[in-house]
């Protein structure tokens, strides 16, 4: 059994560095595809509540997005 020396505090090892960067680009494809979901629920007439509650979005959020912010 080969015991692998741990690196030192606050070093991320290359693997899991691998792994959070594939995370976070995924998180960041799907934030895109909800707000442009939201978005297009807005143009066809949804509220901005109703948006929020179905979300889980604050209504700020969902009215900041819909001004283009």
């Known amino acids: 059994m080969t015991l692998v020396s741990p690196l030192p505090r606050g070093t991320i ?3 899991d ?3 959070l960067k594939q995370a976070m ?13 939201v ?6 007439g949804a509220s901005v509540r109703e948006l929020a509650a179905f979300t889980g979005l604050s209504t700020n959020t969902v ?6 912010e």
């Open 13 to 15: 090892n290359p693997d």
């Open 17 to 19: 560095q691998k792994r």
């Open 25 to 37: 680009r995924a998180k960041n494809a799907a934030e895109v595809e909800v707000r442009a979901a």
């Open 39 to 44: 978005l297009e629920a807005a143009e066809h």
């Open 63 to 68: 009215s900041r997005w819909k001004r283009g």
